[in-house]
């Protein structure tokens, strides 16, 4: 099945969802998570009418994107990788959207070189639903400390929440959970859901769902 098709598909079956959830979205962004993939897919999906896509590393993206971008103006490229402080000036010269904001330290150098650079991204904070050791994200107990300091004393554009759950458990719990922060936030996206659980994830309310394997196929 060609990219042109599987999208189609996807957008039926996520209308019908849409449809029978009264907690759905209006408007569910498809993200096409192009991290691994070549250039040639990614303009498939550009001509297929896709304008979200997602990379999780500044320096493959950097590779990649700087020609396509220059080709597409009108594309939005999220950061969905944890991102160092010292590639802060990289990522708001080529990223359209930041979603993966997870500590103070990186929101203050966000801000500081979004101001220099005077382009001020629309963020998310990513915050670590499940509360995983090893995982990105701020732990849901110190993600209101974040979100105030990153909107009160910072003045980020914070448009939401993002979040990647364990493969191992349901993800339902953690999605309700996501969405309950975000509405006691006043914080109108979600960036949830991935090719094996975006169907709950838009049950559950998300506006962005990030697809890698389910349109692009596996990663090389
Ligand atoms: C790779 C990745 C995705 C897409 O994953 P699939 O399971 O291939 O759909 C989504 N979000 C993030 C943060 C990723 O790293």
């Known amino acids: 099945m060609g990219l042109a098709t599987t999208l189609e598909t996807l957008r039926e079956n996520i209308e019908k969802i849409q449809k029978n959830s009264p907690l759905a979205a209006d408007q569910v962004r498809i993200l096409g998570a192009s991290k691994g993939q070549p250039p040639s897919l990614i303009l498939e999906a550009i001509e297929s009418g896709m304008t979200d896509f997602g990379e999780n590393r500044v320096q493959e993206a950097e590779g990649k994107w700087e020609d396509i971008k220059n080709r597409f103006p009108n594309l939005w490229l999220h950061l969905i990788g944890p991102l160092q402080t010292n590639k802060v000036k990289q990522a708001v010269a080529l ?6 904001i997870d500590r103070i ?3 203050d150098a966000l801000a ?3 101001q220099k650079a005077g382009r001020q991204l629309p963020c998310f904070i990513q915050v670590n639903i499940g509360k995983e050791p090893q995982k990105a994200g701020v732990m849901p107990e110190d993600a209101a400390t974040l979100i105030e300091h990153c909107t009160t004393q910072l003045r980020l554009n914070v448009v939401g929440l993002m979040c990647v759950p364990q493969h191992d458990q349901p993800p339902a719990p ?6 309950d922060m975000a509405q006691r ?6 960036s949830m859901g991935m090719s094996d659980d975006f169907e709950t994830a ?3 309310g998300s506006t962005c769902i990030r697809l890698g394997r389910i349109l692009f196929g596996e990663r090389s």
């Open 112 to 114: 500081d070189e979004m």
């Open 185 to 190: 936030h006043a914080l109108p996206e979600l």
């Open 105 to 107: 330290k990186l929101a």
């Open 174 to 179: 953690h999605f309700a959970s996501l969405r």
């Open 202 to 204: 838009i049950r559950m």
């Open 95 to 100: 990223f359209d959207v930041i979603q993966t």
